[in-house]
C-alpha cells in the first residue's frame, strides 16, 4: 500500500487539491453545503463495486470520515484539529469530482487516482478516525445512531 499512499501524497501536493482544500475551508461555514457534499460522497461509495480487494475496509474508513465531518457540521463533534478536518473534506471533494487527475470513467483506472488518495489519507489521518471511532462509541448509547447522510 505504500506505493499508493506515495502516489496519494503525490496528488494532495497538486495544486488541484490545494484548489480543493480552500473549498473545503468554505465549505464548513455552510452547513447545507456540507451535507449535499456527504450525499454525493455516500452515494459514490454505496454504488461502488466491492469486488476489489479491501474495498470494503476503504468504503468502511469513508463512511467513517462522511458521520466524523457531519458530527462537525451539527456542533456534536469538535475534537478534530482544523486542518484535519480541511482534508478530509477535501479528500471527499476529489473522489466525488467527476474529472480529476484520471477521470473515473476510464475503464480499470480512472478510479486509481482516487484510490491513491484514500490511501494516503487513511494512512496520515488513522489516529483521527480512530479517536472518532471511540467518540463515536461512547455516545452511541446517549444519542440515536448517526445517519451517513442527513
Known amino acids: 500500500m505504500s506505493t499508493l499512499t506515495d502516489k496519494g501524497l503525490e496528488i494532495s501536493k497538486k495544486a488541484i487539491f490545494h484548489m480543493l482544500v480552500k473549498r473545503a475551508s468554505a465549505l ?3 452547513p ?38 457531519q458530527a462537525y457540521a451539527n456542533g ?3 475534537q478534530i484539529p482544523t486542518r484535519s478536518l480541511l482534508l478530509g473534506i477535501a479528500t471527499l471533494l476529489y473522489l466525488v469530482m467527476p474529472l480529476d487527475i ?14 491513491s488518495v484514500i490511501a494516503w489519507f487513511v494512512t496520515t489521518f488513522q489516529s483521527e478516525i480512530t479517536r472518532f471511532r ?17
Open 134 to 150: 471511540s467518540w463515536e462509541t461512547r455516545h452511541q448509547d446517549e444519542e440515536e445512531p448517526m445517519v451517513a447522510v442527513v
Open 102 to 115: 484520471i477521470p473515473d470513467f476510464l475503464p480499470l483506472i480512472g478510479y486509481t487516482d482516487d484510490l
Open 32 to 69: 447545507v453545503k456540507i451535507s449535499l457534499l456527504l450525499k454525493e460522497a455516500y452515494d459514490k461509495f454505496v454504488d461502488a463495486k466491492s469486488s476489489k480487494s479491501g474495498f470494503a475496509q476503504i468504503k468502511d474508513v469513508f463512511f467513517t470520515l462522511i458521520r466524523l465531518v
Open 28 to 30: 464548513l461555514g455552510k
Open 76 to 78: 456534536s463533534y469538535r
